[in-house]
């Protein structure tokens, strides 16, 4: 079987929109012009965008009360990397993968190989202590790296040492921490005692880490644990990369904070103390509720790029924050969702570029407080679409990644390879 994309598909495919977006990059490109913006050095930056996929984002995901299982979903790690090199090679922004252990736990050096072959490259490593996992000792029921019990919270601290060393043979150089320690009903824990109990437990795994290797910590404000959770928010979780050292920095899931909170400002304060680390993309109406990057609030995505592109060019290209997508796409096929999602990413990325700064700084200055506001959404507003699909274009990519996905018959072709998952497994993960 065969589970790549033909090359001549793709050419095929950008052939019959080539005159149109020809079209529509001559006018773009006269538009920008106006604007004193050189739109071929967009182009370039928007081939520069990269952003992570996650292995467990394509496979379709669910919620506590059921999970619906597509047609051809990956079986294991390696039909995972197939579908990633399946988004690379059409989007041509995601030239990597973050692994979860143990659900990804595979021959390294078998890993690495496939993944070389498909273009593709390992992002950060994901530790998983909010589950049991096979054979071990001890529960996790009442947490993990902030147990009550010592050897729990050991047995969680070697979890995430092995992480670095499988990710070490994989030529990863990050680890994500995230756990679902905290409280379902007030009284359950001593808040400070856990969060102390937390705070040796991943300084031990911080001391494993090689010099080159960064930790992130990623708070999340509730759930699985419902009244308190021991990485809540930014607050501790910059408390806690402040008190790790130089290699730990936070990092920031767009669904994982309170309703309506302002993430922008949040960015800005993270990257002022040098504490901003990456980012898990996502979108979201209610909660965490993991949707498409930029499928219900494209303006608060590109007010984190306006912010993210502010700094990179105050701190200059040391300014290299971690992207990964992290998201569960319960009713759309994975592949095209993540497809998506990287392009309303790469989008914001370039359409925060737009912004006239100089302009901006003077508006500000003045307390013109209109003119900024509108400063921001002329560049919200421009369609940059044309730039994106020259950019996939010239890197071998799709002109449009959803259509030439349809069109290549990729799922067809993979589901008599991979059947169906039988039974409903329930949740997320
Ligand atoms: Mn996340």
């Given at each position: 079987m065969n589970t790549r994309i033909a090359p001549e598909l793709v050419e095929q495919h950008n052939r019959a929109r080539q005159s149109e977006l020809d079209a529509d990059y001559s006018a773009l490109a006269a538009h920008l012009q106006r604007r004193h913006v050189d739109i071929e050095a967009l182009t370039q930056r928007a081939g520069q965008f990269a952003v992570a996929i996650p292995s467990w984002g394509v496979g379709t995901g669910g919620t506590r009360f059921a999970r619906f299982p597509g047609v051809g979903e990956p079986r294991h790690v390696f039909d995972k990397l197939d579908d990633c090199g399946v988004i690379q090679h059409l989007t041509r922004a995601t030239p990597t993968v973050s692994l979860h252990i143990p659900w990804d736990d595979a021959d390294p050096s078998a890993l690495r190989e496939q993944a070389s072959s498909l273009g593709l490259a390992f992002d950060a490593m994901n530790s998983n202590t909010f589950q049991n996992q096979e054979h071990q000792a001890y529960s996790y029921k009442f947490g993990s790296l902030s147990h009550t019990d010592q050897a729990t919270r050991e047995q969680a601290i070697e979890h995430n040492i092995r992480c670095i060393e499988i990710g070490k043979a994989l030529g990863s150089e990050a680890l994500t921490v995230w756990v679902g320690d905290g409280s379902n009903f007030p009284g359950q824990v001593h808040m400070g005692q856990q969060f102390d109990r937390y705070l040796e437990a991943l300084q031990a795994v911080y001391v494993a880490l090689p010099d080159s290797w960064q930790l992130f910590t990623e708070h999340?404000?509730?759930?699985?644990?419902?009244?308190?959770?021991?990485?809540?928010?930014?607050?501790?979780?910059?408390?806690?990369?402040?008190?790790?050292?130089?290699?730990?920095?936070?990092?920031?899931?767009?669904?994982?904070?309170?309703?309506?909170?302002?993430?922008?400002?949040?960015?800005?304060?993270?990257?002022?103390?040098?504490?901003?680390?990456?980012?898990?993309?996502?979108?979201?109406?209610?909660?965490?509720?993991?949707?498409?990057?930029?499928?219900?609030?494209?303006?608060?995505?590109?007010?984190?790029?306006?912010?993210?592109?502010d700094i990179e060019k105050r701190q200059g290209s040391s300014f290299k924050p971690a992207y990964m997508l992290d998201q569960s796409h319960n009713v759309t096929d994975p592949i095209e969702s993540l497809m998506s999602s990287a392009i309303e990413v790469q989008r914001a990325f370039i359409q925060a570029s737009l912004v006239d700064r100089e302009a901006l700084a003077g508006y500000q200055a003045d307390n013109d407080v209109m003119m900024a506001s509108q400063t921001l959404k002329q560049a919200f507003r421009t369609d940059v679409d044309p730039i994106l699909r020259q950019s996939r274009k010239q890197q071998g990519g799709a002109i449009d990644p959803v259509a030439a996905y349809r069109e290549s018959g990729y799922r067809q072709a993979v589901s008599t390879a991979r059947p169906a998952i039988s039974g409903s497994s329930s949740g997320i993960v």
């Amino acid at each position: 079987m065969n589970t790549r994309i033909a090359p001549e598909l793709v050419e095929q495919h950008n052939r019959a929109r080539q005159s149109e977006l020809d079209a529509d990059y001559s006018a773009l490109a006269a538009h920008l012009q106006r604007r004193h913006v050189d739109i071929e050095a967009l182009t370039q930056r928007a081939g520069q965008f990269a952003v992570a996929i996650p292995s467990w984002g394509v496979g379709t995901g669910g919620t506590r009360f059921a999970r619906f299982p597509g047609v051809g979903e990956p079986r294991h790690v390696f039909d995972k990397l197939d579908d990633c090199g399946v988004i690379q090679h059409l989007t041509r922004a995601t030239p990597t993968v973050s692994l979860h252990i143990p659900w990804d736990d595979a021959d390294p050096s078998a890993l690495r190989e496939q993944a070389s072959s498909l273009g593709l490259a390992f992002d950060a490593m994901n530790s998983n202590t909010f589950q049991n996992q096979e054979h071990q000792a001890y529960s996790y029921k009442f947490g993990s790296l902030s147990h009550t019990d010592q050897a729990t919270r050991e047995q969680a601290i070697e979890h995430n040492i092995r992480c670095i060393e499988i990710g070490k043979a994989l030529g990863s150089e990050a680890l994500t921490v995230w756990v679902g320690d905290g409280s379902n009903f007030p009284g359950q824990v001593h808040m400070g005692q856990q969060f102390d109990r937390y705070l040796e437990a991943l300084q031990a795994v911080y001391v494993a880490l090689p010099d080159s290797w960064q930790l992130f910590t990623e708070h999340k404000m509730y759930e699985p644990a419902f009244y308190s959770t021991v990485v809540q928010d930014w607050g501790s979780s910059y408390l806690i990369a402040s008190e790790l050292g130089p290699k730990a920095s936070c990092l920031v899931d767009l669904g994982h904070h309170a309703p309506n909170v302002n993430i922008e400002m949040i960015v800005s304060r993270l990257a002022r103390f040098g504490k901003l680390g990456g980012f898990h993309f996502n979108d979201s109406k209610y909660g965490d509720d993991d949707l498409d990057s930029g499928s219900i609030d494209p303006y608060r995505l590109f007010l984190v790029f306006n912010e993210l592109v502010d700094i990179e060019k105050r701190q200059g290209s040391s300014f290299k924050p971690a992207y990964m997508l992290d998201q569960s796409h319960n009713v759309t096929d994975p592949i095209e969702s993540l497809m998506s999602s990287a392009i309303e990413v790469q989008r914001a990325f370039i359409q925060a570029s737009l912004v006239d700064r100089e302009a901006l700084a003077g508006y500000q200055a003045d307390n013109d407080v209109m003119m900024a506001s509108q400063t921001l959404k002329q560049a919200f507003r421009t369609d940059v679409d044309p730039i994106l699909r020259q950019s996939r274009k010239q890197q071998g990519g799709a002109i449009d990644p959803v259509a030439a996905y349809r069109e290549s018959g990729y799922r067809q072709a993979v589901s008599t390879a991979r059947p169906a998952i039988s039974g409903s497994s329930s949740g997320i993960v």
